[in-house]
């Protein structure tokens, strides 16, 4: 899997769209972005992922660059339930491909 | 949809003793399923790939005597931290995928405490 760089933390104020970038340069034509992210002591879930269209769900978008070496992870209206850690993770996310995991930002929602 | 199903949520043992973990994949088959392991403030490490009907495929540096897994049905895998010591203590997480081109689904986790 390629390796991806991801700020440590970053803060928001709740309303505020939170956007959260990532880095992926060595990424393969055929592998997709995901982003996760993992709420204090539960498991990781999941939020949208990507290969190279800008995608859109009902908690996020996945902006990708044009030469697919970044993207950004927008959500629109930050609640102070998306506290968590984020994690970008890049994987042709098939058959029985694992997911590693880098050490993802630390999102902090202001009130 | 899908859901992955992790028991119990927390258990604490004492030292020398056998902790078994269970993962459950509600309503799919998972042939797949991963094992990580997380340490306070640290990320989620991929402990193994659990096969059913087969071996698990551990990662570098995991004790395959120490952490068994078996992957008995396409629904269930667990995990045993056998004679578990305080250095053991963690949270573990399994996962799976519904179908092969589909994201991995994880199980809320297993908050492991040895005294």
């Known amino acids: 899997d390629a390796k991806t760089t991801q700020p440590t933390s970053m803060d928001c104020a709740e309303g505020r769209a939170a956007n959260l970038p990532c880095n992926h340069s060595t990424i393969s034509g055929n592998e997709y972005v995901y982003w996760y992210r993992q709420i204090h002591s539960q498991g990781p879930q999941y939020i949208i992922h990507?290969?190279?269209n800008n995608e859109t769900n009902e908690m996020a978008s996945l902006i990708i660059t044009e030469d697919r070496k970044s993207s950004t992870l927008i959500l629109p209206h930050a609640t102070l339930r998306d506290t968590a850690v984020y994690y970008c993770?890049?994987?042709?996310?098939?058959?029985?491909?694992?997911?590693?995991f880098g050490t993802g930002t630390r999102l902090t929602i202001i009130p | 949809g899908a859901v992955v199903s992790q028991h119990p949520s927390w258990v604490i043992c004492k030292s020398g003793t056998s902790v078994k973990i269970e993962c459950r994949s509600l309503d799919f088959q998972a042939t797949t399923m991963f094992w990580y392991r997380q340490f306070p403030k640290q990320s989620l490490m991929l402990m193994a790939t659990s096969n059913e009907g087969s071996k698990a495929t551990y990662e570098q540096g995991v004790e395959k005597d120490k952490f068994l897994i078996n992957h008995a049905s396409l629904t269930l895998s667990t995990l045993t931290v056998t004679s578990a010591h305080p250095e053991d203590s963690s949270f573990y997480i399994c996962s799976a995928r519904r179908t092969e081109n589909e994201k991995l689904f994880f199980g809320s986790g297993t908050q492991l405490s040895v005294l």
């Open positions: 990507g290969l190279k």
């Open positions: 993770i890049v994987t042709r996310g098939y058959g029985n491909e694992k997911l590693t």
